[in-house]
């Protein structure tokens, strides 16, 4: 028994030193790969790092938890409003669904693209769409072509939409509408002349002013079936996506053209930058393409042209379902286009383009106005459709991406003036959703994604990606070249092949300071106390005291008037023609309140963004200078007393301090007063 134990020993001592052995001489490089993952770069099963991207939730404070601990040059300081700040600002409501409003059916009215032909159940009378020639972008006049209908199918010209009604008696607000895509036959036999390998659907789902956190406030449904999604596709969701400038234009432009001046143009003709565009560079590599954007206006053609040269535009219904149905991109109500909303019609379109060219690869750029008005409530409309929509184009056999993106958060109203209002504008939303198949034929796409989920991305990255997807899925060639297309003066990445790096910074990333999320500020000390800084900041106190006394008839202030009482801190940042401040301070008036601001400071007069809260004011600072305050803060807890009373005065509680005795006294006099009336 003994010998046996011994014999034992033996062989277990004899083959830990053979364990060790093999240790110690495996190359260096490969041991530290197993220790440093998620961020080596190989010998990681791919399926394991797909297991790790679907077995993340998406979720609205991910943001915080996941950026704060992390060592990155940009920082933002706020990701957006709090949940209590939105909930008051946005909150909940219930609108009317369409199909209540108008009652259709898909077999009542539709266009048979077999014979090209229109049917309705119905005697009545219809109304055309615009023919495929005329098919444009911007503002103009519809006029209604109107048909009777004797019942009969009507034969169609190169129309893809109509309105029609079995009451003779209606000139408007038809109940039935239909939309079908019209194949276009050129379209296809190029793509399938230039196709390079296997075909991949890319779709840009762009949702006009939807910041981060307002889809995961306001879209529960669509973030709950996200979470939901178990197979085939992986969901990475991007915390740092960052605007350039204040509009729509400063997404779009560098996403189809790269670093190019954005202008206005007067003239709006034809397709003005086509030959940067990325549809040319999709054209010559196997792409149909697609473009729908639902409003009736000049805004995207004043950057762009009427008529950029897609395969597909989406564009004259807009201005036809204003003629129709009173629509509007800036309404305040659901948008309704007969019995489906507008955004709706428009996700219909993309799995109907989806199919009909299934056989070579797709590009759709969609832009979707619903957010796009001031009460940041009609956006949850948008939640239902937008879960359907998901669920059939991922069951969709095919390779696919989807990027669903806010260009640029909610800018209407005073969101400016509040350090989380600003910031949420910054933030927009940005996810991208790709079938599993894909990641696998690009080397370590998911864990890469993954990590760039929580790095600072520049709109410009965007024409990079979308150069080097059309040329799927061999993203290797051509990658140096690829990159300086897009711009000479920045370094853009392909965030599903190249790390971001961690020290990015706003410049880098081509945010100008104003915009940028993470201002550096460098502190200054010395003479934080000097006559000019003290000059600044009353300045600043007395724009608070001028916005507080504003006197209507029917608003009296309850605020008191400040008074500096200590400067805490100033911080400096200098950007060419301008100096940003944060000053940080106390008021005379109320001792535990602390104010974070941050001012512009020119010799020239500044200019003021549309949506900029403050307005411009001189100042002698050493010299006159021009000033305005970008957004305010308050550094404290202010729930008090007075909060509920300001925000029903409609002053703003962030810099009125009210006198709460005054309101302490009186709910005394009324309590006194109530109890003796009750004796
Ligand atoms: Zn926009």
């Known amino acids: 028994m003994n010998k046996f134990l011994e014999t034992g020993t033996i062989l277990f001592l004899l083959l830990w030193i053979v364990f060790v052995y093999v240790l110690y001489m495996l190359p260096e490089d490969n041991a530290s790969e197993a220790k440093a993952f998620p961020n080596s770069d190989t010998d990681i099963s791919i399926e394991y790092e797909l297991e790790i991207a679907r077995?993340?939730?998406?979720?609205?404070?991910?943001?915080?938890?996941?950026?704060?601990?992390?060592?990155?040059?940009?920082?933002?300081?706020?990701?957006?409003?709090?949940?209590?700040?939105?909930?008051?600002?946005?909150?909940?409501?219930?609108?009317?669904?369409?199909?209540?409003?108008?009652?259709?059916?898909?077999?009542?009215?539709?266009?048979?693209?077999?014979?090209?032909?229109?049917?309705?159940?119905c005697t009545g009378k219809v109304a055309l769409g615009f023919l495929e020639a005329n098919e444009e972008f911007g503002k103009y006049w519809y006029y209604d072509r109107l048909k009777d209908y004797n019942g009969e199918p009507l034969a169609l010209e190169t129309e893809e939409y109509a309105f029609g009604t079995c009451d003779i008696s209606k000139w408007s607000n038809f109940e039935h509408v239909a939309y079908k895509l019209r194949p276009?036959?050129?379209?296809?036999?190029?793509?399938?002349?230039?196709?390079?390998?296997?075909?991949?659907?890319?779709?840009?789902?762009?949702?006009?002013?939807?910041?981060?956190?307002?889809?995961?406030?306001?879209?529960?449904?669509?973030?709950?079936?996200?979470?939901?999604?178990?197979?085939?596709?992986?969901?990475?969701?991007?915390?740092?996506?960052?605007?350039?400038?204040?509009?729509?234009?400063?997404?779009?432009?560098?996403?189809?053209?790269?670093?190019?001046p954005i202008v206005v143009s007067e003239y709006m003709q034809g397709d003005l930058y086509y030959d940067v565009s990325i549809w040319k560079y999709l054209h010559e590599r196997g792409f149909v393409t697609m473009m729908g954007m639902d409003n009736c206006d000049n805004n995207l053609p004043q950057f762009i042209g009427r008529?950029?040269?897609?395969?597909?535009?989406?564009?004259?219904?807009?201005?036809?379902?204003?003629?129709?149905?009173?629509?509007?991109?800036?309404?305040?109500?659901?948008?309704?286009?007969?019995?489906?909303?507008?955004?709706?019609?428009?996700?219909?379109?993309?799995?109907?383009?989806?199919?009909?060219?299934?056989?070579?690869?797709?590009?759709?750029?969609?832009?979707?106005?619903?957010?796009?008005?001031?009460?940041?409530?009609?956006?949850?409309?948008?939640?239902?459709?937008?879960?359907?929509?998901?669920?059939?184009?991922?069951?969709?056999?095919?390779?696919?991406?989807l990027f669903l993106?806010?260009?640029?958060?909610?800018?209407?109203?005073?969101?400016?003036?509040?350090?989380?209002?600003?910031?949420?504008?910054?933030?927009?939303?940005?996810?991208?959703?790709?079938?599993?198949?894909?990641?696998?034929?690009?080397?370590?796409?998911?864990?890469?994604?993954?990590?760039?989920?929580?790095?600072?991305?520049?709109?410009?990255?965007?024409?990079?990606?979308?150069?080097?997807?059309?040329?799927?899925?061999?993203?290797?060639?051509?990658?140096?070249?690829?990159?300086?297309?897009?711009?000479?003066?920045?370094?853009?990445?392909?965030?599903f092949t190249d790390y971001v790096p961690d020290n990015r910074t706003c410049e880098d990333a081509g945010i100008p300071i104003f915009w940028c999320g993470c201002k550096s500020f460098i502190e200054i000390t010395e003479d934080k106390n000097s006559e000019i800084f003290q000059n600044l900041t009353k300045s600043v106190i007395e724009v608070f005291n001028t916005e507080n006394h504003i006197y209507y008839r029917w608003k009296k202030t309850?605020?008191?008037?400040?008074?500096?009482?200590?400067?805490?801190?100033?911080?400096?940042?200098?950007?060419?023609?301008?100096?940003?401040?944060?000053?940080?301070?106390?008021?005379?008036?109320?001792?535990?309140?602390?104010f974070e601001v941050i001012v512009r400071l020119s010799r020239d007069p500044i200019e003021k963004h549309e949506s900029e809260y403050f307005s411009v004011h001189k100042i002698d600072?050493?010299?006159?200078?021009?000033?305005?305050?970008m957004n305010v803060n308050r550094l404290d807890s202010y729930d008090s007393i007075c909060k509920e009373k300001i925000i029903k005065r409609k002053f703003d509680p962030t810099y009125c301090i009210c006198d709460e005795n005054d309101f302490k006294r009186k709910s005394l006099n009324t309590t006194n007063g109530n109890n003796s009336g009750k004796q």
């Open 55 to 121: 077995g993340r939730q998406i979720s609205l404070l991910d943001d915080e938890s996941s950026i704060n601990p992390l060592n990155l040059t940009c920082k933002p300081e706020s990701f957006g409003y709090t949940l209590e700040e939105a909930l008051f600002l946005f909150p909940n409501v219930t609108y009317p669904r369409c199909e209540e409003q108008y009652i259709s059916s898909p077999e009542a009215f539709y266009i048979n693209r077999t014979d090209n032909t229109l049917h309705m159940n």
């Open 184 to 260: 276009n036959k050129e379209s296809l036999q190029r793509a399938k002349n230039s196709l390079r390998g296997k075909p991949i659907n890319i779709v840009m789902l762009v949702i006009d002013s939807l910041s981060r956190r307002m889809f995961f406030r306001k879209l529960p449904k669509s973030v709950e079936y996200l979470n939901s999604i178990a197979k085939n596709v992986s969901i990475f969701d991007f915390k740092l996506h960052h605007v350039i400038g204040q509009n729509s234009q400063y997404s779009f432009m560098p996403t189809f053209y790269g670093d190019i």
């Open 307 to 401: 008529k950029p040269k897609v395969d597909h535009k989406m564009g004259s219904i807009w201005c036809a379902a204003s003629a129709q149905y009173g629509y509007s991109e800036t309404s305040k109500r659901e948008r309704c286009i007969g019995n489906k909303n507008a955004h709706a019609w428009m996700m219909d379109y993309i799995l109907d383009f989806s199919e009909t060219y299934k056989n070579v690869s797709r590009y759709t750029y969609m832009h979707i106005d619903t957010a796009h008005e001031e009460t940041g409530t009609v956006v949850s409309t948008i939640d239902l459709d937008l879960k359907k929509f998901l669920e059939e184009f991922f069951s969709r056999d095919e390779d696919s991406i």
């Open 405 to 495: 993106m806010g260009d640029h958060g909610m800018r209407y109203g005073e969101w400016f003036k509040s350090k989380d209002g600003s910031h949420e504008h910054k933030l927009p939303l940005l996810l991208i959703m790709a079938k599993d198949r894909v990641l696998e034929k690009i080397p370590n796409s998911s864990k890469i994604l993954l990590q760039n989920t929580n790095r600072l991305l520049s709109k410009f990255d965007f024409h990079t990606i979308l150069q080097h997807l059309g040329n799927y899925p061999d993203l290797e060639s051509h990658r140096e070249e690829i990159r300086t297309k897009t711009s000479k003066r920045l370094t853009t990445y392909n965030w």
């Open 558 to 594: 309850i605020c008191v008037k400040l008074h500096l009482n200590e400067t805490k801190y100033i911080g400096k940042l200098e950007d060419e023609d301008l100096d940003y401040y944060k000053i940080k301070f106390t008021i005379k008036e109320k001792e535990s309140a602390m």
């Open 621 to 629: 600072f050493g010299e006159m200078k021009f000033f305005n305050i």
